[in-house]
């Protein structure tokens, strides 16, 4: 396979050299990319080398050269992220540490819609999907964005912005099927609805195979979908624009599931046919006053069901949102807004877990302010701000943020920040009671010990305060490096307490509670170093580096670990105008998996996708990908329970594309 790589590329190099080297099929060049509009930093628009943040963009152009299939799987392109999929369905997905299934410390948006679920403060990846040729880009911030995004924007922030209807008029049919990705999908049809009013609306799907368990047999994993949607852009006025979109979708998760059982053997492994669906409406207005002041309101729905053998949730979201940006002075530009949300789920206790109440109504309150300062022209800007929040959990909560950017010239960027972010209690973190292993009999205990983990009222906020520094530089024009380095201390962490265990007579049992409290700490430290080499106009490589080390107390965590380092290189050539190949080499440390057994080692592993794209004609697309292709199979991650480990398998899978 290495030496056929390496063949191809002196070929397509030997082949290119001939053609004009003006020729470029790359769609954006280094300064092109530092220049990329974002507004997740200070929900304004403002260029990437602007930004006083740890920020990374996946373009449209990368999600498609790598070949990604779903959302997941393109965040492996960012530094600083830890991406691990855990069987066919499933992703444990966190920045900057604490990885798990349940990952708590990272807030999603998809176009200003939150994805985070109160159940258990974080996103069911394989809830949330788009159709990916829509997808302008994704703006993902490492480090506390919660000033201006609220609590659980704690170690980062990921932001999936969609095409503007107006940029996707006409058809798209794209289809395609291989080994894992045995058959997709996708239509999409934009239109002239009006004058000054586009629209588009989708529909997509799939079917994935199931993976490999540990001894070889097939894991039980595979899944299917189906998702539609709609978005409609108007221009009301010169001044006023308004958005509305929605999405519905229709999804089975098979899955092979372990659930303690007081009845020996104790244990009993079964596959469930899980089953989640649900959908959502958002609008947003926003008014243009001058360059300088703007305001918006958004209000979205979103409604969820998920039916599993352990448990079974319904959640219904409702979110208000306001906001406004204004010039105080000259060099003073303010942000302030407010926000109200209101939940309402539905639960029924499955074979592992339970909530008491089965309902709850959930309101959350909010407002910030955001000044930036400019405070030496064109050289040193200084930003402060702080989000207010109520919660029916932990009541108020105040985070704050300092932060400070310096041009000492035109190519280099220097900037810091020290910020506080929390991480608010869960509804499972009050109200859950979770069957977490039962304990055989033995000589010394003549009955099963059932060990429960509960959640409990008094649980706290969990809280970090981060201090952040980086560096953006272009001093060869061909070449740019961005470079963040962090410290995080964290307090209050989560931590199962020891309480006394009892006898139930009821049931022969000897009961052992583990409530939930808040007495763990932890710090983290590293850095992340992602560059961009334009090595010719039709070639570019792409490169990032994480570390990432972690000092926690003497006792094992408590939670989900990452692996110390990680390693992304890209290559993107453009054989000629109509040929595309494509090169992702991927490295991932060592890391342990924390499962009700203990911590499980996860050996290192490189892996490497490829892709070949041919345009015969200019509305048609062919390309063949390969996924993870140095290894039959290999682990990233054991699943919390006592499921048996999913190998992630190599696949082939081949796609068509027609405009129209």
């Known amino acids: 396979?290495?030496?056929?790589?390496?063949?191809?590329?002196?070929f397509t190099g030997q082949v290119c050299a001939s053609q004009a080297a003006s020729q470029d099929a790359l769609e954006l060049n280094v300064e092109d990319l530092l220049n990329v509009e974002v507004t997740s930093v200070s929900k304004k628009a403002q260029a990437l080398n602007d930004s006083a943040a740890a920020i990374f963009v996946i373009t449209h152009d990368d999600i498609k050269r790598t070949g990604a299939t779903s959302i997941p799987e393109a965040l492996?392109?960012?530094?600083?992220?830890?991406?691990?999929?855990?069987?066919?369905n499933k992703w444990a997905v966190s920045a900057r540490g604490f990885n798990s299934r349940f990952a708590n410390k990272l807030l999603v948006l998809i176009d200003g819609r939150n994805t985070y679920t109160r159940s258990f403060s974080g996103v069911y990846w394989e809830n949330q999907d788009v159709m990916l040729e829509d997808v302008e880009r994704i703006e993902v911030i490492r480090g506390p964005g919660a000033t201006l995004w609220g609590a659980n924007a704690v170690n980062g922030v990921i932001n999936i912005i969609t095409k503007h209807s107006s940029k996707t008029a006409g058809g798209l049919l794209t289809g395609g099927g291989g080994t894992e990705e045995q058959g997709f999908g996708a239509l999409r049809y934009g239109a002239q609805l009006g004058e000054d009013t586009t629209g588009r609306t989708y529909v997509k799907g799939f079917k994935r195979d199931q993976n490999t368990n540990a001894l070889g047999a097939g894991a039980g994993d595979d899944w299917d979908k189906v998702q539609g949607g709609f978005r409609i852009d108007s221009n009301l006025t010169l001044k006023d624009e308004l958005k509305l979109q929605g999405d519905l979708y229709h999804s089975h998760l098979n899955q092979t599931i372990t659930i303690p059982q007081i009845a020996a053997?104790?244990?009993?492994?079964?596959r469930d046919k899980a089953e989640t669906y649900g959908g959502n409406i958002?609008?947003?207005?926003?008014h243009t006053v001058s360059t300088s002041s703007d305001y918006s309101l958004q209000l979205y729905y979103d409604y969820y069901r998920r039916n599993e053998a352990w448990f079974s949730e319904g959640r219904n979201t409702l979110d208000l949102d306001f906001q406004h940006r204004f010039s105080?002075?000259?060099?003073?530009?303010?942000?302030?807004g407010f926000g109200y949300q209101?939940?309402?789920?539905?639960?029924?206790?499955?074979?592992?877990?339970?909530?008491s109440p089965t309902s709850r109504n959930d309101q959350l309150f909010s407002t910030f302010v955001q000044d930036e300062m400019e405070l030496i022209d064109q050289k040193l800007w200084l930003t402060l701000g702080t989000k207010l929040e109520h919660n029916d959990y932990s009541g108020f909560?105040?985070?704050?943020?300092?932060r400070l950017m310096w041009t000492p010239h035109s190519q280099h960027r220097i900037w810091g920040a020290v910020s506080r972010a929390v991480r608010?209690?869960?509804?499972?973190?009050?109200?859950?009671?979770l069957l977490q292993t039962v304990v055989p009999p033995s000589a010394l205990n003549p009955f099963p010990t059932e060990v429960n983990l509960q959640g409990t009222r008094n649980f706290r906020t969990e809280d970090v305060i981060a201090y952040e520094l980086g560096y953006r530089t272009t001093f060869i024009k061909s070449l740019s490096i961005d470079i963040a380095g962090f410290y995080n201390d964290y307090k209050n962490l989560r931590y199962p307490t020891q309480v006394p265990y009892y006898f139930d007579p009821t049931r022969f049992v000897v009961v052992q509670p583990v409530p939930l409290g808040n007495d763990y700490k932890a710090k983290t430290y590293g850095f992340e170093v992602a560059t961009v080499w334009q090595m010719l106009d039709w070639w570019r490589w792409d490169a990032n580096y994480s570390l990432l080390k972690t000092d926690m107390q003497d006792t094992a965590p408590p939670f989900g670990t990452s692996p110390q380092q990680r390693v992304s290189l890209r290559s993107a050539l453009s054989v000629s105008k109509d040929l595309d190949f494509d090169l992702w080499f991927k490295y991932v440390d060592n890391n342990t998996s924390a499962t009700v057994y203990g911590m499980n080692h996860i050996k290192n592993y490189v892996t490497m996708d490829a892709r070949l794209a041919w345009r015969p004609v200019h509305e048609v697309e062919l390309s063949l990908v390969g996924q993870n292709l140095f290894a039959s199979s290999h682990l990233e991650y054991q699943q919390e329970n006592m499921v048996m480990p999913t190998l992630i398998d190599r696949g082939m899978y081949g796609k068509a594309s027609w405009s129209f």
């Open 282 to 286: 958002l609008g947003r207005w926003q």
């Open 342 to 355: 209101y939940t309402h789920d539905d639960t029924r206790a499955g074979r592992l877990l339970s909530l």
């Open 424 to 433: 608010t209690p869960s509804r499972a973190e009050h109200n859950m009671s």
């Open 1 to 10: 396979m290495k030496k056929y790589i390496a063949g191809f590329l002196l």
């Open 265 to 270: 053997p104790y244990t009993d492994t079964f």
């Open 328 to 336: 105080l002075l000259d060099n003073n530009e303010i942000i302030w």
């Open 76 to 88: 492996r392109m960012a530094p600083g992220l830890d991406v691990a999929r855990i069987d066919s």
């Open 397 to 402: 909560e105040g985070q704050p943020t300092a």
